[in-house]
């Protein structure tokens, strides 16, 4: 079982966009270890959220590493604008991208950390040859567009795959699971093999005196799954 930290990436989605700056704040200081943001585009996904201006104002209010995930066609048009917003981490969908590799090495020469996506239905064979190449990879356990759905088992097998290519070839690629991880399901997938977990719903629901105790017990329960 490898051993790299455990990352938890609370999804602003589901925070008060009224109080953004307090969220963040609140959550980096409840113990997040990267904040993640899911920009959408209303065409890849059918829901519309923000943009740079926005991602620069996240990037404002914490020193936390920003973990950018990219849901919008054609993005090698704007990742530049997403790095110079401050993302730390970029994730582009590979439904997205009919040119991988280079779109990785687009991120990578920008000085940030390039991560590969994979919608529910997409096989992990499509990012099988870009594996040595890339820093994270990121599988959706819920099809991409809005939090709260219910985590997808499938991804459990996609997981295990991926670990096991990750540790023949890249020892130190961070992955990372996103979609309806809540206290029942984070432990499955630490044992499948993801270190890093994004948690919307199960961090912001309820009112921010609980985000540590949320952070802390997600964390618990994922140490003590890879552990067993
Ligand atoms: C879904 C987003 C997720 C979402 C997760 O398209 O990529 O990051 O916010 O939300 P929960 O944790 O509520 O499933
Ligand atoms: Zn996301």
């Not at 959550?27 to 959408?40: K, N, Y």
């Not at 529910?120 to 040595?132: C, F, M, Q, R, W």
């Not at 540790?167 to 093999?193: C, V, W």
């Not at 948690?199 to 067993?228: D, M, N």
Request: with cysteine; hydrophobic share 45%.
């Amino acid at each position: 079982m490898n051993e790299l930290p455990i990352r938890i990436a609370p999804s602003i989605l589901a925070c008060d966009f009224g109080s953004l700056a307090g969220e963040i704040s609140a959550v980096a200081a409840a113990g997040a270890d990267w904040i993640h943001v899911d920009v959408m585009d209303g065409h890849f996904v059918p829901n519309l959220t923000i943009g740079p201006p926005v991602v620069a104002a996240v990037r404002a209010a914490t020193k936390k590493p920003l973990d950018v995930h990219l849901m919008i066609e054609a993005p090698e048009r704007s990742i530049g604008d997403y790095v110079a917003a401050g993302a730390d981490r970029v994730g582009v969908h590979v439904e997205t991208c009919p040119h991988l590799h280079r779109t990785i090495a687009q991120i990578q020469d920008l000085g940030v950390k390039a991560c590969v996506v994979l919608n529910p239905g997409t096989p992990a064979g499509s990012i099988e040859p870009v594996i040595a190449d890339v820093d994270q990879v990121l599988v959706m356990s819920v099809n991409p567009g809005f939090g709260g759905q219910s985590f997808i088992q499938s991804s459990l097998d996609k997981l295990r795959q991926i670990r096991a290519w990750a540790e023949e070839r890249n020892p130190a690629l961070e992955l990372e699971i996103d979609g309806g991880i809540t206290m029942k399901t984070i432990g499955q997938a630490a044992a499948a093999g993801a270190n890093a977990f994004v948690a919307g719903t199960a961090v912001f629901k309820g009112s921010a005196e609980q985000y540590p105790q949320r952070i802390a017990a997600l964390r618990e329960e994922a140490e003590a799954a890879r552990h067993s």
